[in-house]
């Protein structure tokens, strides 16, 4: 598994591509690859954990990923020991 973390900027474009990337999230939910993702308390970024054996699979096909105002901060590679 792997976690995404975010940032979020206050650029507007953000705002404008968030209901087609939360879309995607659903369906990705739907297919196994999201296991869980939401934003941050404080709305300063978000978490995605995703089951796939290439992250940036999953970030290269949301365009979101690539907005102004999002910023990957960091992928990093997790082992879960309990689920």
Known sequence: MWIVELAFGAEP????????HR?????LHAAGTVR???PLADDSGAVIVLD????????????Y?????VTVVSVREWHPIVS
């Open 52 to 63: 796939t054996a290439d992250p940036q699979e999953v970030l290269r096909n949301d365009p």
């Open 36 to 38: 869980m993702a939401g």
């Open 23 to 27: 879309e995607l999230l659903g369906k």
């Open 65 to 69: 990923f690539s907005t102004p105002g």
């Open 13 to 20: 474009e953000r705002l404008a591509a968030r209901p087609a």
